[in-house]
């Protein structure tokens, strides 16, 4: 029994929203303010709510700034559900995340798998744009925690939300798919203290999304760009106000990499498997770019599966009704009843998963029939992540750590490409020279800015020659 969040490309188009000039320009308006800072108890240890206010973009005088309004909520719950859906399902990313909708996150911390008692404490970031006329709140963290002053602690504001960040004041490093263990050991050896640490992410969910949400609203290029310095302005804020050791943003998109990079954040690289659509008309289409090998055994595979009175059905959200959710849990618990595993979902999860997103869940369940199975070839992609250490000592010691994995994961990734792919030579090349491509535009190191000074020709004939050499060796 499987279940599928469905992705989608399609935009929400709302009413007009009145555009603001982003400009360049405008000096530093007078009383910005830091990072709120607060605390609470729980496995986090520490809690912040609060604004920064009044940021503005930077470059010509002549256009006005954008003036913006960053809050920190400590519930999703806290913004209206309407609000954060709009910023995105029609983010400037382009795609809709549905890992990123309102109801998702909720469902999370309602149910007690991301919350509190669990060392998941919601720092949810918003960025508001101030109507003009207002003056942006600048209540203290304090006085917005107990109600108190011009600010509130709920997200709720009378500017139109432009950007939000989903994050989260972490205890350990527990469902993230990103490992940092060694970096937390290092540092208890220097004397720095690891936990607490702010992680932007959807937990447990380890796929690539914007984790700067910025809204598709705003003006390509200047008001865009504003948001994004702002929301991480604001996200180093926080880290040095809070005086966690760091920042982790995981999974992010190519552009987010590149945008926090000139912030400073250091950029980590890792390998994911996706199976990708290229076009097939039919599964037989599917297996005929396979090699020879893979193909013989797809198919006895499926013969298999047919003997043993097998059949998958696909079931849409609508369909699925508490039964199933509950079964479905139960499958779920079996994949983590194994040495090291971990059950982060709860069960209540899933039945509100199932009552506030029906559309968006697709569930693939095997019965006593007749029926095949799914293929399982996977192309490597790049993932990605982004992190604020504040500790210099140990900040100096992760960028060796990762300038080392750097290495190691463009190897891999050549290896792996010339000796692992499934599919003929003609579609290893093609496929090979984009990804080289890509992850030439990702990253810094000498090998892969190599890439760009060679013409697409060249460069396929290099990775043919090569693929040929590995093919004989083997």
Request: proline fraction near 5%.
């Given at each position: ?209 914007p984790r700067l949400v910025v809204s598709a609203a705003l003006a390509p290029g200047g008001e ?91 079931l849409p959200g609508s369909a699925l009704g508490p ?152």
């Amino acid at each position: 029994m499987a279940l599928a969040m469905r992705r989608g490309s399609e935009r929400s188009h709302g009413p007009p929203t009145r555009r603001t000039d982003a400009g360049e320009g405008g000096e530093r308006p007078a009383g910005t303010a830091g990072g709120a800072t607060g605390t609470a108890g729980g496995a986090a240890g520490a809690s912040v709510s609060g604004s920064v206010v009044g940021l503005p973009t930077e470059g010509r005088p002549a256009k006005p700034s954008l003036r913006l309004e960053v809050r920190v909520i400590s519930s999703i719950s806290q913004v209206p559900r309407e609000e954060w859906d709009a910023v995105v399902s029609n983010s400037a990313d382009g795609e809709l995340n549905p890992f990123l909708l309102w109801s998702f996150l909720n469902a999370l911390e309602e149910s007690g798998s991301a919350a509190r008692e669990t060392g998941w404490l919601p720092q949810h970031v918003l960025v508001r744009e101030v109507p003009a006329g207002e003056q942006p709140g600048s209540a203290s963290a304090a006085e917005q925690a107990s109600g108190s002053g011009s600010g509130s602690a709920s997200g709720s504001g009378s500017g139109r939300l432009v950007g939000c960040v989903p994050m989260y004041l972490k205890g350990h490093s527990y469902g993230e798919y990103v490992f940092d263990s060694s970096w937390a050991q290092y540092a208890q050896m220097l004397g720095v203290r690891y936990y607490p640490k702010l992680q932007a992410a959807v937990p447990f969910t380890p796929v690539t999304g914007p984790r700067l949400v910025v809204s598709a609203a705003l003006a390509p290029g200047g008001e865009r760009d504003a948001v994004v310095r702002a929301l991480g302005r604001a996200l180093v804020d926080m880290a040095d106000s809070l005086g966690v050791s760091g920042l982790h943003l995981t999974f992010t998109t190519a552009s987010e990499w590149a945008a926090l990079a000139e912030l400073g954040f250091k950029q980590r690289l890792g390998i994911q498997f996706h199976w990708e659509n290229a076009g097939y008309g039919s599964f037989d289409d599917f297996l005929a770019d396979l090699k020879q090998s893979k193909r013989k055994s797809i198919r006895q595979e499926r013969k298999s599966v047919g003997r043993a009175g097998l059949a998958v059905h696909r079931l849409p959200g609508s369909a699925l009704g508490p039964a199933h959710w509950d079964r479905f849990h139960d499958f779920y618990l079996s994949t983590v009843d194994r040495k090291w595993g971990n059950a982060y979902l709860t069960r209540e999860f899933f039945q509100r998963l199932g009552e506030a997103m029906p559309e968006r869940a697709t569930c693939e369940a095997g019965h006593r029939g007749v029926g095949g199975r799914a293929p399982a070839p996977w192309a490597r992609r790049c993932r990605s992540g982004c992190h604020y250490i504040r500790d210099p000592r140990l900040g100096a010691v992760v960028d060796q750590f990762l300038r080392r994995e750097r290495g190691q994961i463009e190897y891999t990734l050549q290896m792996m490409s010339f000796n692992g792919s499934p599919y003929k030579r003609e579609r290893t090349v093609e496929a090979l020279v984009s990804k080289l491509r890509a992850y030439g535009s990702l990253s810094s190191s000498s090998s892969a800015s190599s890439l760009s000074s060679l013409e697409d020709g060249d460069l396929g004939a290099a990775v043919a020659e090569s693929v040929l050499v590995s093919e004989s060796a083997a």
